[in-house]
């Protein structure tokens, strides 16, 4: 099944505990990206990949860092987790190049992070 | 910079009503708008894709249109159904910008 994945689904953290959330994507797309979903702000891009070892800034990358080694995987990692990181953060990929459909976005599931 | 705005914000309606909701964008230089369901706490589903060259799609009850001149778009629910409550999102690309959304409810 064409798929992308997050894990872990939930995480509960305290202040300064680096992490890193998982995103994996079988569909050989090209571009990947992160979002952060909070209420009343919406989706906000945090990084994006538009392939193997190229990353770039979204509107809000502050605080995270990503990494693209493989085309099928884009972590996210924060470095030293605080608060006002708390959110549901989703991770997105398109095919990118080819074909009427190439920029359809498909989203993970969501993780919901806590900071403490 | 791209704003993308969604109206009404919520939506309330009874089983078996057609509705249209709304998307504005204030950049007409758009490759494709894509409207997406998200359920309470879930990821985000994708219902249409219309590409800046097409005016419409259309998808079991769903029809989404464009009017990239006018910075338009809205999403029509036929013979809406109470598993239609969501919130609905959409978005245009390049790059991804979301509007913040409609919740719709659908009440038996």
């Known amino acids: 099944e064409a798929q992308v994945t997050q894990n872990p689904r939930y995480l509960i953290t305290v202040t300064g505990k680096k992490l890193t959330v998982t995103c994996s994507q079988n569909?050989?797309?090209?571009?990947m990206s992160w979002y952060r979903q909070d209420p009343g702000l919406g989706l906000r891009q945090i990084y994006y990949?538009?392939?193997?070892?190229?990353?770039d800034k979204g509107d809000v990358p502050e605080g995270y860092k990503v990494s693209r080694k493989e085309k099928r995987n884009f972590p996210l990692i924060l470095e030293s987790p605080s608060p006002n990181q708390t959110s549901l953060y989703f991770c997105?990929?398109?095919?990118?190049?080819?074909?009427?459909?190439?920029?359809?976005?498909?989203f993970g599931p969501g993780t919901r992070l806590t900071v403490l | 910079k791209q704003e993308v705005t969604q109206i009404p914000a919520a939506l309330s309606v009874p089983e078996g009503e057609n509705l249209v909701l709304n998307c504005s964008f204030t950049?007409?230089?758009?490759?494709?708008l894509q409207w997406f369901r998200q359920d309470p706490g879930k990821g985000l589903t994708s219902l249409l894709l219309?590409?800046?060259?097409?005016r419409e799609q259309t998808s079991g009850r769903l029809n989404a249109s464009l009017d990239k001149s006018s910075g338009r778009s809205t999403l029509y629910i036929a013979a809406s159904q109470p598993g239609d409550s969501a919130t609905y999102l959409c978005?245009?690309?390049?790059?991804?910008?979301f509007g913040k959304g409609t919740r719709l409810s659908v009440i038996a």
């Open positions: 997105a990929s398109s095919l990118r190049t080819g074909g009427i459909r190439a920029n359809e976005q498909f």
């Open positions: 569909m050989n797309h090209e571009y």
């Open positions: 990949s538009m392939n193997v070892e190229v990353t």
């Open positions: 950049d007409s230089a758009i490759y494709n």
């Open positions: 219309i590409q800046s060259s097409q």
């Open positions: 978005a245009v690309s390049p790059p991804l910008v």
